[in-house]
């Protein structure tokens, strides 16, 4: 069945720092793709998506781009802050009516100032 | 506008004592969702709802019980607490059930069962 795998956490940089969170996924047909963050204490909230091969999803300087040669989604941001600090989240929509959301297990983010 | 609301948000029961977990929405959406969120499992689908009237299963549906008689509102209740429930549960919303549809989440409840 589908599936996502994000790499393991927990990640610490210093603030400035350049992010990569590695995100790769199995599935059948065209899914779309997702980037959701959670901050401490808080509920989920999209961060960005792509809905097509190639498209790149950007937000808050946080961007992914949807590889439908390798099946990866990975997140990139080019100088992290320490209000970066969350647990990130890759997911899948299979594109069917009636299909949940397949969630990866989530990658802690820790920044240092 | 207020979103997904989720009530309470600490909740300490005992083996065997049931309740029921609260979300209402009012963003008029017709896909609801529970999760539970436990450390290193990422986020499992408890039960859905594509509309009033409407319930599924979704990967871990044992032990819960929904049920959604409005488009607002999608309760989830356990039956009989088991300390394996310990968990942060989340409820979700979407406008449609498909494709690029986004989630818009609760706050979270966290559940201790003892």
């Known amino acids: 069945g589908d599936s996502v795998t994000q790499m393991e956490g927990p990640v610490t940089l210093s603030e400035e720092a350049f992010l990569t ?7 059948t047909g065209y899914p779309s793709l997702f980037w959701y963050v959670q901050y401490p204490g808080e509920g989920l909230q999209l961060l960005l998506k792509a809905t097509k091969a190639d498209d790149k999803g950007s937000n808050k300087g946080f961007e992914a781009t949807y590889r439908k040669e390798t099946t990866s989604f ?5 100088s992290v802050q320490v209000s970066d600090s969350a647990v990130y989240f890759c997911a899948l929509s299979p ?5 949940a959301l397949i969630f990866g297990k ?3 983010l820790s920044v240092s100032s | 506008n207020a979103g997904v609301t989720q009530t309470p948000k600490f ?11 609260q979300c209402a929405q009012d ?4 896909y609801m969702s529970w999760y539970r969120q ?3 499992m990422g986020l499992r689908l408890i039960h859905y709802s594509v509309g009033a009237g409407i319930t599924d299963q979704g990967e871990v549906p044992n032990g819960y019980n929904v049920s959604r008689s409005t488009t607002e509102d999608f309760p989830l209740r356990l039956l009989s607490a088991a300390p394996s429930q310990t968990s942060v549960y989340f409820c979700a919303s979407s406008a449609g059930y498909s494709g690029a549809n986004v989630l818009t989440f609760g706050a979270g409840s966290r559940l201790t069962v003892l």
């Open chain 1, 106 to 108: 989530g990658t802690t």
């Open chain 2, 38 to 40: 436990d450390p290193g």
């Open chain 1, 21 to 27: 969170i590695n995100c790769t996924y199995t599935a």
């Open chain 2, 11 to 21: 909740q300490v029961l005992k083996t065997g004592q049931s309740m029921t977990l």
């Open chain 1, 74 to 78: 990975h997140l990139e941001k080019g």
């Open chain 2, 27 to 30: 963003m008029n959406h017709e």
């Open chain 1, 95 to 99: 594109n069917q009516a009636g299909t």
